[in-house]
């Protein structure tokens, strides 16, 4: 498949630097910063303020998934002042690349984050990146046992053809421990049944999984949640989708907005 470089997606997201720099308010507040790996040029980027985090952020992992690196940019403010009371640590774009290409996977057309080699399902890494960003968070930087994850995801299903998924909002994945019954893990489902994007209570996704009361639960897929649950120990470890029919529908700014609110609702 041929794409342009650098092509506009036409969904009004921000350039791929505006992004960097809304992060790098985190180093000006004295977080540190590591870059895990490196696509085509593009620098991905982790931020903390501890050298052992109990929160963690994700977003960005597919390149036409736009909301949540943006939402988490947007966010840095608010980051600032939480970071004064708990210990976080930030991945805001895994896929810088496929942000900038508005494709899902990275340049070797694999996901930047697919952890099967860590889950027993792979000999070696899918890609040059899956096995920086799985190295770093399974020994990089200390994440507890127990430490709650946020990993803001879209569900492109213009991108998938023969993929049908009818109507408008959001739904989720929980692994982990009890995942779906922590505390962050009713805010998030309280916060997304209340916002623009309301959960989708019934459905099934291109991977054939049944959503159950707007939730899939301890889902084996071998993204870097299922590897954060299993081999780090972490719950909850919550996965937000919101269906997208076109790269523009619904618009950018609702996604960020709900997005936006989800955070709120995962700090409690
Ligand atoms: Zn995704």
């Known amino acids: 498949m041929t794409h342009l470089a650098g092509a ?73 002042e939480i970071g004064r009371a708990r210990r976080l640590l930030v991945m805001p774009l895994l896929n810088p690349w496929g942000y900038a290409h508005h494709e899902r996977y990275g340049p070797s057309g694999q996901s930047v984050s697919d952890s099967d080699h860590l889950l027993g399902r792979s000999e070696a890494p899918a890609c040059p990146e899956a096995d920086a960003i799985t190295r770093f968070v399974t020994g990089g930087i200390g994440i507890r046992p127990g430490a709650a994850v946020l990993d803001l995801h879209e569900d492109p299903v213009y991108e998938a053809p023969g993929y049908q998924f009818e109507g408008a909002g959001s739904y989720l994945y929980f692994i982990g421990d009890g995942a779906a019954d922590r505390p962050e893990s009713r805010r998030v489902r309280a916060a997304l049944a209340a916002s623009s994007l309301p959960l989708i209570r019934e459905g099934v996704t291109r991977f054939g999984e049944r959503l159950v009361d707007g939730a ?20 909850p470890v919550i996965t937000v989708e919101n269906l997208l029919h076109a790269p523009d529908s619904p618009a950018l700014d609702i996604r960020v907005a709900t997005y936006l609110e989800v955070l709120d609702a995962f700090f409690g």
């Open 8 to 80: 506009a997606p036409g969904d009004g997201r921000p350039p791929f630097d505006e992004i960097l720099a809304a992060a790098g308010a985190l180093g000006d507040a004295g977080w540190q910063s590591v870059e895990v790996a490196r696509q085509d040029g593009f620098p991905i980027r982790a931020w903390f303020n501890a050298d052992e985090v109990d929160r963690v952020l994700i977003g960005g992992i597919h390149g036409r998934e736009p909301a949540g690196a943006v939402a988490i940019a947007r966010y840095v403010p608010r980051l600032v």
């Open 216 to 235: 899939i639960v301890d889902s084996a897929d071998g993204s870097i949640d299922e590897l954060l649950a299993r081999r780090v120990a972490c719950s």
